[in-house]
């Protein structure tokens, strides 16, 4: 932009001498009173109307901003936005919106979601079912069953961040219906102890005033060890079960049933209605030959079809996947041929929370003579309670803390377990990788193995882990080289026998993603003849209702609020927070000093920081200083906060920037 041109648009904005700023629209009384105060989270843009109690939209109302990480709980009733939002205005450039990341399915109809509407009043005789997460990204498994004054939660989800979610430790389901309903909660079931099922407990069970737990064995005491505050856990009130257990909550009375997993003591769940039963199948597949437990109860799920199942909710992970999974005992015997036949050193990847297979490469590798050093605090955690509860048997000498005698014991007598199969970061197997391990150094003549698979999202960082250890030069062996992991969860053949068994009414894909949940949909209409009408694809805070007349999906206006809230140091971040990290690594901060007396300009000073012009003698920076000193001159005032002249500031600055570069830094002012 040239400095004739800049001049025309400072001029026609009113920051530069000589023009007048056209007058703004003064704001109506209500909207006044929500920019003075921070206002309570509302899922409305219109008044109430005094005739009925649930809250109608305003049509005149803006709709809301398609922007990237939209901060909901700044919009106000009116539609407008409170002081702590930066919204775009004509003529400045939109925060350009990122594209949805694999695993969070965006469709632009959905973004008229963004503002809810709860139902004051549920009629008596309906059971709503309520996914809060998972069924529109991997990880957040969290259902909600409501049926009158009484509800149930099962599982307690965490999805771990993507390279966008800067700073986020973990995402958690929105909760923010069960917290206004706490009184209802009768209690929580788990499932299985995977930490997209159970991780967020440290995070939501506190806020939901730490309601009754019911869980297996083993996934008790992976929720008591899977939390950062130890003081947490002390407050939980876990019941144990098994799958021959009766609980009952409220109105509801459940039972379960066994099934097979990557993990042991996993049960599917069968809530009992007067409209027929509610199975949830949990993560599962049907192994007839699992190496650490004991087979699927099909006899029992059958049983269970037999007395009458109105909504069937089936794992669709690997739905669209032909077939039949691999047994767990082929994996067993093929990785303990294969330490055997390794003369090195090995390091194996895996899941920690892969109890059971954990267990069988620890016994083959103390039958080859291998002392296993554990690396990796999950991984240490998850051994010590599969002993515990006698998952695992081995001698005492056999495991070991990884530590510098991994380096001195000979090679054919070292096995490795480590975490890091999705290249997180910290992980031991990144560490290994990136030569930054403080116990071990790789060599050419070792062996790393993957017993696992890429979680979608991770792809890129396991090509960064994968790209290290080519160029150390050690072997890698995964899944294409040999039989060395399996999916936990069923493929076609199974989805459709489990369904087939249930023989149930209606019929709602869970788990996966949404192409996955509606491929699902269509096997089990097109395979097992069931009509279209009869199954449902839910989404997360628009689930089901069930009641006399049959089932069917929510609305709109009763559909709850869900979003993924953020996690940072075990605290929820806000999204205008993200917005602001986001433009810091994409276009840098600009910061500016202004020196001023009675509104007086006496200096002002520019500083940039990872923008792409660093020289602060650049003309681009020259007319923001001037630009700044005539905006405040211009709009200062005794009475004028100055956190509203820095928001200003920051705006008229942003700018600027946009109509040069076609980037927004972020403009950081300082009075």
Known sequence: MSNDNLNKFLKAEGFLPGQQKPKQQPQPAPAKKTFQSKPKQQHTQGPKPVAQKAHVSNPNAPKPKNKFFQRKKNVTPQGGHTQKQRPNTKGQGPNKPRPARYGQHKPAVQQLKK??????????????????????????????????????????????????????????????????????IRGIVYTHGHLDHIGGAQYLVPDLGYPPMYATKLTKELLFANADNAEIPKK??????????????????????????????????????????IVHSSDFKIDPTPSDEKPADLDRIARIGDKGVAVAMVDSTNALQPGHTVSESVIEKELGKTIQAIPGRIVIATFASNIGRVAKIVQAAEKDGRTVFLSGRSMERNIAIARKLKYLKCKDGTLKRMSKLAEELPASKVLILSTGTQGEELAALTRMAAKTHKAIRLTPADTVIFSSSAIPGNEMAIVSVLNNLADLGVTMLDNKQLDSHVSGHGYAEECKKFTSLLRPKYFAPIHGELFMRYGHRDMIVRDLNMHKKNTFVMKNGRGLVLNKDGARLMTDQESIPSRPVLIELGEEIGET????????????????????????????????????????????????????????????????????????LSKSGTRIFYQKFKKEPLVEVII
């Open 115 to 184: 503002v809810q509407y709860p139902v004051s009043k549920v009629p008596a005789d309906d059971i709503r079912i309520i996914p809060l997460g998972g069924l529109e990204q991997v990880g957040q498994n969290m259902m909600v069953i409501e049926w009158g004054n009484d509800i149930i939660i099962i599982d307690t989800g965490i999805e771990f961040p993507s390279p966008e979610h800067l700073g986020v430790d973990v995402i958690v389901p929105d909760i923010s219906y069960l917290k206004k309903n706490k009184k209802k």
């Open 236 to 277: 939980y009130r876990i019941s144990e079960i098994n799958e021959k257990s009766h609980v009952r909550l409220g109105k509801f009375e459940i039972e379960f049933f066994h099934v097979n997993h990557s993990i042991p003591d996993n049960v599917g769940i069968v809530v009992k209605t007067p409209h027929g039963s």
């Open 577 to 648: 927070i993200m917005t602001d990290r986001t433009r810091m690594a994409d276009s840098g901060t600009i910061f500016v000093s202004i020196n001023q007396f009675k509104g007086k300009v006496k200096s002002v000073e520019v500083r940039a920081r990872g923008f792409r012009y660093m020289n602060m003698e650049l003309e681009i920076f020259k007319i923001l200083k001037r630009e700044m000193k005539a905006c405040f001159e211009k709009n200062y005032g005794p009475k004028k906060s100055k956190k509203d002249l820095e928001e200003m």
